[in-house]
């Protein structure tokens, strides 16, 4: 028991149910005044940053309820535990008046929620619970009969722990020694796309929502997202997180990775009782066991790469998925891809869920850059001037800012940034030319490394060797390839670089290759990869080029694992090669029955890596791509702004006639492409009032800077029934400006904003996506409200503050803590719609509903 317990809130209010990010500062600020002279002996800006490191580390922590302090079996010793430690910038005496303050937190957070109304019945509950899970542990054990199997997946948990626990960070790891970082420390969150209905909404809403949270709420999810947008990464994370058993759906799965590069070369895909040895699991499982946890849906299957496997193997691919599946219905299952692999509806039909991979916005840009950053200070490196560049670079130059959209290449610049002094490249070929560049040579040549393997090398051998390794894979559409043929090859290639061979065997070149190169990477002992598929696309595009495989560019153009390929190749070439290879795809499209539409957009997706062409060859594309035009579905605008800034230019104008479709097309190719140009583009627009125009209108407010998109095309936009979506800080201080809206979307946000309460016109709210949302309280300041939708709001429990306004529609989804008795007292409704996991279920007037 503690003495003197500080109180959270004040005696006169409710107390809260849980102890949020304001309480925990108020009690961290109470409990160190009760210190006395352990805080008066510190400097106050010391003493200032102690608490306020304490509240960092409790808001990182999440709410304290009920559920948090069984979590930590109600012992503020392991609550404490669970925080950070002391950030590194904490002068030792500041560091320990940190430690002090997070115990005393945490003892006074247990005594005080365990004291709540309620505490007592939730504690039944998660005896029973904890019971529960028990006797299903020990019926498990008793199952195995000797305990084999539970013992094994244990010891398996712990392999996987370890062997995915950790990341490499690229520019930090890949010249040196072999360094990873925790998983916890290098990962960041990211956002997918995923489309959801809402009452009132006259179109399906594509919401943006973090990745994992997305997984979490379908068994079969097939994740698409273009090259380095973080999916492998993502799915060791999910791996790590099952293995760990942390909180979350797959907190009782057992995970298995299975990468599909692995097997196009033996071309047979695994059965369960082969998955730890198609995983490169060494370890040997008791006989059954995982198609065991395959029958009891406890297995987390996945698949990741299905764009890695050739294109002529996909169906094969979808017949062994839909083989697992209809065996095994009850595993969950998370598939990945590029989006030019499969169709969007891929497998859809076995109840897939479909996310896209969305584009790193500027919080997310800003997360890597500073996650980077701080792993290079954990090295002893002082970076905070080319951090603090970087992320002024990034926000000001629209070039890098086009670049930093994904995982790699926000890598890429961090590790260029720091490379070349702060004089960063701006266009994605000179970025691969400069990351070779550092790559090959500047770090070990700065570093006077030189020969370690008994081989020198220079940078136009390296690349003559690694060009055709990168060109051999792709003509085989492999990418993996076996060490010993690896080495077979480096020695014929020897033969015409006698200078190199002079020196060391093949061995011995390839292992120079392989360990000082920062390019290859041996996953497993015995087989070889690049490190990110990117850079084997790009020097086996430069490898095409000076073969002058035009015609074997042109031919394999139609498979999609070729795209990169030949628009590198474009880079790589010469003005004339350039226009050969242009004017070979517009042929192609001509004579390759359902391929023309893709070959047109490839061949426009071109010019942006052609700073030099023939105006004629040029013109042609840019005709060719005219005749796609207006895009039809998001599909064929995906297609489109690939191509670039040069798309804007063929959109057509409102005044032609375009009916919906034609103009929502528009506008999300527009929104897709980003700049100012594209804004310029969607202000045209912005009178439209078809439905799925008016979607596409408020969709792409989250693609640029929010006052800009706010004033040129919202100011003067009428949505209609649509409603306004927002979704950051920055769009929510918009509203002011924006009072004509009555209808808005409220995503993310743990609380109603002043912001909201304070549109006393406000008609229609739809809260989406709000897990901490607790009180509804500020609602009661909008008279008109008439229809409110909760959706994905857990921790909600109470509508008493509702019974005062007139709401004539309620609709709630994903919030099952709410207590139904209010709805007596809310006789104006017209309709009201309940829901848990799947659609909304109509109720009508309910006044007869209880608890």
Known sequence: MTTAPARPAPPWRRPPAELGDSEMRRLTETLASRLGPECAALPEHERLAALDAVGD?????????????????????????ALPPPPAGLAPAAGALYGRLVRLCCAHAVEYVTTLPGFGARADVELVRRTGELARAVDRLGAAGDGAAYAFEERYAEYIARTHGRLQLFGLTLSRSRQEWPLDVAYISLAVSGEQGLPGDPEPHRTQVRAEQALASADRVLLRGPAGSGKSTLVQWLALNAARQSDGPWSTCVPFVLRLRSFTASGDLPLPEDFLRAGGVPLSAPPGWVEDLMLSGRALVLVDGVDEVPQRLRT?????LRSLISAFPKARYVVTTRPSAV??????????????????????????????????RAQGQQVDAYEASLLEAVSSRRDLARLATNPLMCALLCALNQDRRMQLPRARKELYDAALDMLLVRRDTEREICGVEGVYLTREEQIALLQRLAYWLIRNGQLEADRVEAVDMVGEW????????AQADAEQVFSHLLIRSGLLLEPVPGSVVFVHRTFQDYLGAKAAVECRDFGVLVKNAQDDTWDDVVRMAVGHARPDERARLL????????KVK????????????CLEHAPELDPHVRQAVLDRTADLLPPRGPEQAEELAAAGELVLDLLPYPEEGLGDLAAAGAIRTAALVGGERALTVIRRFRAETGPKAVYELDEAWARFEPHAYAQDVLGGADLGYGALTVTTVGQLACLGTLQQFERLRLVGFPEIPVEVSGRGGLRVLHVVDSPFLTDVGPLAALPR????????????TDLTPLTDLELEHLFTLRSPGLRLRVLERLTGLLSLGLGSTGGHRSVGNCPDCRD
Do not use: K
Not at 57 to 80: E, Q, R, V
Not at 786 to 791: A, I, K, P, T, V
């Open 57 to 81: 580390g409790f808001a990182a922590l999440g709410a304290l309820d009920a559920g948090a302090l069984f979590a930590a079996d109600l012992d503020p010793s392991a609550l404490a535990a």
């Open 594 to 605: 359902g391929a023309r539409n893709r070959l047109v957009l490839l061949a426009a997706a």
């Open 583 to 590: 004017r070979g795809l517009l042929r192609r499209a001509e």
């Open 343 to 376: 169709p969007e509806d891929w497998l859809a039909g076995l109840g897939f869920a479909t996310h896209a991979m969305l584009p790193m916005d500027r919080r997310d840009i800003r997360a890597f850059v500073e996650h980077w950053h701080a792993a290079a």
């Open 316 to 320: 094969r691919t979808e017949t062994w």
């Open 494 to 501: 020897l033969d015409s670089m006698p200078q190199v061979r």
């Open 785 to 796: 409200l008439e229809s409110l939708s909760l959706h994905g709001c857990p921790a909600l």
